[in-house]
């Protein structure tokens, strides 16, 4: 075990799988001479050359096609998308392509590709740049979905999609880029479709991922002080979602808050809550909460912007309200 | 283009004739595999919107006469021709159409998605200019893996107005890719005149500030369009250096099956299929250089008259893909939490 940061997860992992197979090639916006905008694909130009780490013009349309094209014929590219803000202008490659290659032609080709890209608001970025779209992705059949939230899970997540022969949409995050965790020094995977307990507890059940996984821990962390027992379940993949392990908790539980950084109506929250009520009815003492952003375009003042998304303190506010009435019989 | 000189036809070897006449024989196979789709269509074994090569048949013949088994073809969704002239044989390209698991996409793709690996004929694609990046994409995989052939993006007119084009275009310049731009300038986007939506209508200049080379040919002329594409093939491949081919071609009918064709001059439609019928001119052109004759034309409009209607009973006796395989294909690495066989016999 080596404790890294998830840059760090990230950045070693693609240098591993370029080692590994020469199939695999990285294409993005700045990768190479200016060395990522996020310093994700850092020194991998000057160890692999402009073969395997391909600076690509602004055109995600394009480029996201010429790698889902080159993908059919056997290469394994991983694309990085600035911020998934600017993957908008290549949906159509992603969700009428990519998406469907295999499917839509019974089985002929494969579509070995990944797309790395972080997602959600931190520091100002304001309206156009802090978005998170992985649920649209999500929404899509055809497509994996991942969103680690541990270097740990950064590094056998980014490895399990580079061997995948699906498109897989790995979902990063500008807020986890410096955290730290362990990770192993030998070679292992994260199975996608697969969530993980972070964190056993009873009262409440937290699910979450990426970057709310890391709030959701913390906040466990302090609840616990308080003599409350938070369980988080951490999702790693949002397609396929692992219902499974979700109801297993609440069934344990018996109390469910659901939280994701994404816009109120229509998120992974509505989803999260669905799948419980579906599958834990009878099981659950209080109504699923749910936390997520507000719906506005993110505004830019800091206080604005911090009152939009959500917050340790409004995961704490979701989990007084979710055991209210147990404390209130108790008390 | 020159043609072959056949002042002394007596100079051709027998596979050259042969091959002359295979030409034709496709331009007929086409012909009668769309009517007869058009007529399978009206009695509702084919769903779906259906696209018709009428007319279009040098187009395709010339270019696929042109191409070699190492390379690769990406096309919209106006592609039963196509893959026909590949060499795929119509039984299964009739069986996709008819929604069969015997059809070349298993019945999951329809007229629109037709798809043979082993021919190299990489999918018709039914969002306009959707395929244009994914072929580049793959004369980019044959460039880094160092193998031989090019790749032909294959679209329509109208298709040069969307941006995914001048996105592939500068890739493919930039990056080296052999790709072939095969533009079928009918004319028409739908019910769109080229002049209606392209501020620059001579559509082979399109790549002009790419510095992508570009060409025009009369896409009614079946040797014309294979030697043009022949000789920029070939370029491509030896170079790395992208070409665009305006191919004009005329659409004998409407967009699709189901557009009555309105918007269009009856008179201009008629003298279109007179003066653009490549089928007629290909056969006079043999006629007058001894190639064939009318017995010729009469034994094989015979035998295109058999394949065409046993590829419609092939159809008709495939069967329908299985509700319990409705999620076959979902992914190719198994994954865990995804529905499969179990979840599928529930919907029975
Ligand atoms: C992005 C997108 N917009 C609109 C359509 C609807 N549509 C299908 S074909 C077509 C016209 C395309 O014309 P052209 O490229 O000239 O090809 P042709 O049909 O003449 O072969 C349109 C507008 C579509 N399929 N995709
Ligand atoms: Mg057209």
């Not at chain 2, 795929?88 to 996409?105: D, H, K, N, Q, Y």
């Not at chain 2, 052999?178 to 939506?197: A, D, Q």
């Not at chain 2, 495939?318 to 939490?337: C, H, L, Q, R, W």
């Amino acid at each position: 075990m080596t404790t890294i940061t998830y840059r760090q997860a990230l950045n070693s992992t693609l240098g591993e799988e370029l080692e590994r197979d020469p199939k695999v090639l990285l294409m993005g916006e700045e990768i190479g001479i200016f060395q990522g905008s996020y310093r994700i694909t850092e020194g991998l130009l000057q160890r692999f050359g402009p073969k395997r780490v391909v600076d690509a013009p602004i055109a995600e349309e394009g480029f996201v096609g010429v790698a889902i094209g080159a993908a059919m014929l056997g290469l394994r590219p991983v694309v990085e998308i600035m911020t998934i803000n600017f993957i908008l202008v290549a949906i159509d490659q992603v969700v009428n392509h990519a998406s469907k290659i295999h499917y839509m032609f019974g089985g002929q080709v494969r579509v070995p590709l990944v797309i790395r890209t972080p997602s959600g608001g931190t520091g100002q970025l304001a309206a156009t740049h802090s978005q998170s779209f992985e649920n649209w992705f999500a929404y899509c059949p055809g497509l994996k979905v991942v969103a680690p939230a541990t270097p740990y899970d950064a590094k056998g997540l980014l490895r399990a999609a580079i061997r995948d022969d699906d498109p897989v949409i790995f979902i990063e995050s500008l807020a986890l880029y410096d955290t730290k965790g362990e990770v192993p020094d030998e070679d292992f995977v994260v199975p996608i479709g697969v969530a993980e307990v972070k964190r056993a507890g009873h009262d409440v059940t937290v699910v979450a991922y990426s970057r709310m996984t890391a709030v959701a821990l913390q906040v466990a962390q302090r609840l616990a002080e308080e003599g409350i027992s938070v369980e988080v379940v951490d999702l790693r993949s949002l397609r396929p979602l692992d219902r499974p392990t979700i109801i297993a908790s609440v069934k344990k539980t018996n109390r469910a808050v659901v939280i994701a950084e994404d816009w109120y109506s229509y998120g992974v929250t509505a989803e999260l809550a669905a799948t419980i009520q579906e599958d834990a009815f009878d099981y659950l003492d209080a109504p699923v909460q749910r936390v997520a952003g507000l719906e506005v375009p993110l505004p830019y003042a800091k206080d604005l912007s911090a009152a939009a998304k959500p917050s340790a303190q409004s995961l704490i506010n979701a989990i007084h309200r979710v055991l209210h009435g147990t404390r209130n019989n108790h008390g | 283009m020159t043609k072959p000189a056949l002042d002394n036809h007596t100079a051709l070897s027998a596979a050259q004739v042969a091959e002359l006449r295979h030409y034709y024989y496709q331009m007929v196979l086409m012909r009668r595999f769309e009517e007869r789709t058009n007529e399978m269509y009206v009695k509702a074994k084919i769903g779906g919107y259906c696209h018709l090569n009428l007319g279009e048949e040098a187009t395709i013949v010339g270019l696929m006469a042109a191409l070699k088994p190492e390379d690769y073809i990406f096309t919209n969704y106006r592609e039963h021709g196509y893959i026909l002239a590949r060499g795929v044989a119509p039984g299964p390209i009739m069986a996709e159409l008819f929604g069969r698991e015997t059809g070349v996409s298993g019945g999951r793709g329809g007229s629109m998605h037709l798809f043979d690996v082993s021919k190299g004929f990489m999918g018709g694609y039914a969002i306009v200019g959707g395929q244009v990046p994914l072929a580049v994409g793959a004369a980019y995989a044959l460039r880094y893996q160092e193998q031989p052939g090019v790749v032909v993006a294959q679209m329509g007119d109208a298709s040069t107005n969307i941006g995914a084009f001048y996105e592939s275009l500068n890739l493919a310049k930039l990056w080296k890719c052999p790709v072939l731009f095969f533009i079928v300038n009918n004319g028409y986007g739908m019910g769109s005149t080229v002049e209606m939506g392209s501020s620059e209508p001579d559509l082979w200049k399109k790549g002009a500030s790419f510095r992508v080379h570009g060409e025009q040919v009369d896409g009614t002329d079946v040797l014309a369009v294979r030697d043009a594409v022949r000789r920029l093939r070939d370029h491509a491949e030896a170079t790395g250096e992208p070409a665009i081919l305006d191919v004009v071609s005329f659409r004998f009918r409407g967009h699709s099956v189901i557009d009555a064709d309105r918007y269009r001059d009856a008179e201009e439609v008629r003298q279109g299929r007179e003066q653009h019928d490549p089928l007629r001119h290909y056969a006079t052109w043999l006629q007058d250089h001894a190639l064939a004759d009318d017995a010729w034309f009469a034994t094989l409009a015979e035998q295109v008259e058999r394949e065409v209607q046993e590829a419609i009973d092939f159809a008709n006796a495939g069967p329908d893909p299985k509700i319990e395989d409705i999620f076959t294909y979902m992914y190719a690495s198994p994954v865990p939490n995804t529905p499969g066989p179990e979840a599928a016999r529930r919907l029975l």
